[in-house]
């Protein structure tokens, strides 16, 4: 087999709820996970995380039994991590966070007690942070965020009940403008990516169902645009034999190409989905190489796609991955 596209998959893969494609069947499948640099600190699950240039960044977690405020890079060409400034708001985690132009911005979490709401920027220049108006919505964790043609947003999530309001943030008035919310089910722990500056929204769960629904957002128009689901809904016009929904999944892009992996949807996972958004279609890649894991952190810089920390049960992780997306050598596992 070679390539197998979602249409070719066949349903008995998909009892695999906490499990994935027996070796020799991922053997077939394009890509290729590399294991690089270990984190260089406390293992943990639940950060956020954002990209600038060739560098990802790391802030807060969990530990399962401490809430963090640290704040770490991740040099790509380097495979090196370099501690920075520590958050100074609340220690937290299940925040959300995004980067426009050469900035990171981070906000909202739970702190042990408290849903939180306050927003912050962080600038790499200065490696300093500055507190910025608040988030506008209420406090919650587990949203959804994207940096996208100058702006940030942030919605969905949790705040004792599932959301989908959704915000806009204009960093050079820092001001908040309440937006049309994602259309669809309410989620908590969804995914998000942008390619061509359309951001796009997936997965999380709602009511305890996982969500299915997938739509894409064009800031040009501030209108949200249903996609193809990402479960087995079909019709007479579109066989998706296939279901990736989950919450808490990784999405990175590489090449104009997302890359959706981990996560958990009973149990945690570690198949791995490459959306091509001139189809909107999903295929089949090879699965994540590292345990099969949730509540981890991506980065990418659009050429190198990153896993990060995460946990599975009790156990929580400070290993990290690269996709190489195009090659795959099992000579070389």
Same mark, same amino acid.
């Given at each position: 087999m070679t390539h197998k596209s979602l249409f070719a998959l066949l349903i008995a893969l998909f009892p695999v709820i906490a499990t994935s494609c027996s070796d020799d069947d991922d053997e077939d499948l394009i890509g290729h996970w590399v294991r690089t640099s270990d984190f260089d600190g406390l293992a943990r699950g639940e950060a956020s995380c954002f990209s600038i240039g060739n560098k990802g960044y790391l802030v807060g977690g969990y530990t399962g039994k401490t809430r963090l405020n640290d704040l770490w890079e991740y040099d790509m060409t380097t495979d090196a991590w370099t501690q920075?400034?520590?958050?100074? +708001? &609340? #220690?937290?985690?299940? +925040? &959300? #966070?995004?980067?426009?132009?050469?900035k990171g911005y981070f906000g909202t979490g739970y702190d042990g007690t408290n849903n939180l709401n306050d927003f912050w920027e962080y600038d790499p220049a200065s490696n300093a942070w500055t507190q910025k108006a608040n988030f506008p919505g209420s406090g919650r964790y587990d949203a959804v965020s994207f940096g996208v043609s100058g702006k940030g947003y942030i919605g969905a999530g949790n705040d004792g009940n599932?959301?989908?309001?959704?915000?806009?943030?204009?960093?050079s008035s820092n001001a908040w403008t309440q937006i049309v919310s994602i259309g669809g089910s309410k989620r908590q722990g969804a995914s998000s990516f942008v390619i061509d500056n359309i951001a796009y929204v997936c997965g999380g769960i709602n009511n305890g169902e996982y969500v299915d629904d997938?739509?894409?957002?064009?800031?040009?128009?501030?209108?949200?645009?249903?996609?193809?689901?990402?479960a087995n809904t079909s019709d007479e016009d579109y066989d998706?034999?296939?279901?990736?929904?989950?919450?808490?999944?990784?999405?990175?892009?590489?090449?104009?190409?997302?890359?959706?992996?981990?996560?958990?949807?009973?149990?945690?996972?570690?198949d791995t989905w490459k959306y091509y958004p001139s189809t909107d279609l999903w295929e089949q890649v090879h699965d994540f190489k590292g345990s099969a894991r949730t509540v981890a952190v991506s980065f990418s810089n659009g050429t190198r796609g990153y896993i990060a920390t995460g946990k599975s049960g009790t156990y929580w992780f400070d290993d990290i991955w690269e996709l190489h997306p195009y090659d795959y050598d099992p000579d070389d596992d």
């Open positions: 920075k400034s520590s958050f100074p +708001g &609340t #220690a937290r985690s299940n +925040g &959300t #966070a995004f980067a426009i132009d050469n599932y959301l989908k309001d959704f915000y806009s943030f204009n960093p997938f739509w894409k957002f064009d800031p040009a128009t501030g209108q949200w645009t249903q996609l193809r689901d990402i998706d034999d296939y279901s990736i929904v989950r919450k808490n999944a990784n999405t990175f892009v590489i090449d104009g190409a997302a890359y959706l992996t981990c996560g958990e949807s009973g149990g945690v996972r570690s």
